[in-house]
């Protein structure tokens, strides 16, 4: 591969990373892609009624349509500082790993295509999608799914920093918001009044004290906890954001239904618990000698990496559910996701793209 590609791709990645595009705010940066779809001379380029971008590079054939996608939402705010750091060999920033490069990996893809002459028979559809953090909950991606259906005959999720991880199953989440609300008043005229911050608290203490199973692995954490009004009111009231995940859906399940019960037992006259669902990610999962897992294990030894099959919560999630062909695949290696001090390593993002490059081509042949 000629190496000016990788440097190409690692520029359009930083130029995608200077763009905020906190989860409900991807506009802008959706605008970026498809302008650049448009440079590209791609067909069919559009931003539909949400916010996904859309673009196709057209096949010879009427094999049915590849979709490959990359999220284009991250976890920090609006305001947050996107400074990026070059170093040998990597390149760190918030959100230059997930997702900025796996976008830019949209284009690389079409760069590598062209330079090699490659000829597909399927459409192959390049898509930026919103919603796969947070709150998202996903829903760029259940309206591809929507769009294209069973007619897809595979769906590929462009991760940045999982090199070597082909994800082929997809991790049952729920997420709720725990509210919880009393009459408040004053902290020292009122004392003894129940307050909404001191309740929670002891939820919060109670819900750890559930057993969570290692096998199957399930997880329980407090991401969010707010409330209150002042240092001297009693608070009227406060929730916390929680999210569970079980690699088997009865114990994701048990597990609801033991925080259901907790909260329960919370319930007086003057004190109101409620669980509002805020987010549901559906599990799914394709077997290990499916042939598109197989495809990508294969394309992975090809460039010398051992793959590794794992569970995950992705946009892989939504076609999975639904019996789709769907795996996640990384690009590169790299740390810090989520942080500050995210970074990716340069060297390895040629492996990434010849990985994706092969998985195309062969698609061809299933």
């Not at 791609?42 to 054939?61: F, H, M």
């Not at 991760?159 to 609300?181: D, P, S, T």
């Not at 019996?323 to 040629?350: D, R, S």
Request: aromatic share 4%.
């Amino acid at each position: 591969m000629d190496t000016q590609i990788i440097e190409r791709v690692i520029d359009l990645a930083v130029q995608i990373q200077q763009i905020p595009a906190p989860t409900f705010h991807e506009a802008k940066r959706g605008e970026f892609m498809r302008d650049y779809f448009r440079k590209e001379k791609l067909s069919a380029v559009e931003i539909d009624g949400i916010g996904n971008v859309y673009a196709c590079l057209p096949g010879l054939g009427s094999e049915p349509p590849v979709v490959l996608s990359a999220h284009l939402d991250t976890v920090f705010p609006l305001d947050t500082n996107l400074s990026v750091e070059k170093i040998p060999d990597k390149v760190a920033g918030p959100g230059i790993g997930d997702n900025s490069v796996g976008l830019a990996g949209l284009i690389g893809l079409l760069w590598m295509i062209r330079e090699k002459n490659i000829e597909l028979k399927s459409d192959l559809w390049l898509v930026a999608n919103i919603g796969e953090e947070g709150l998202g909950d996903l829903r760029g991606i259940v309206e591809v799914v929507n769009r294209f259906a069973d007619r897809a005959k595979a769906y590929i999720v462009l991760e940045g920093m999982a090199l070597g991880q082909v994800y082929h199953r997809g991790l049952g989440v729920q997420r709720y918001r725990i509210n919880v609300n009393t009459p408040g008043g004053h902290s020292w005229v009122d004392h003894g009044k129940p307050s909404a911050v001191h309740e929670l608290t002891a939820i919060v203490a109670d819900l750890l004290e559930i057993p969570l199973g290692e096998t199957p692995r399930t997880t329980m954490n407090v991401g969010v906890i707010s409330g209150g009004t002042s240092v001297n009111t009693i608070a009227s009231k406060a929730y916390v954001e929680l999210d569970l995940r079980s690699e088997d859906l009865a114990a994701l399940d048990q597990l609801v239904g033991s925080v259901k019960a907790k909260l329960n037992s919370y319930q007086k006259k003057s004190v109101q618990v409620e669980a509002e669902l805020i987010g549901k990610r559906p599990a799914g999962e394709i077997p290990q000698d499916h042939p598109l897992v197989e495809l990508a294990s294969s394309s992975l030894e090809q460039v010398g990496i051992q793959p590794r099959f794992n569970i995950g919560s992705t946009d892989a999630n939504i076609p999975l559910s639904l019996g789709y062909p769907a795996i996640c695949l990384g690009l590169t290696t790299g740390n810090g996701a989520h942080t500050l001090g995210e970074y990716i390593n340069i060297p390895p993002l040629q492996l990434g793209l010849e990985q994706l490059q092969l998985i195309i081509k062969g698609l061809d042949e299933l």
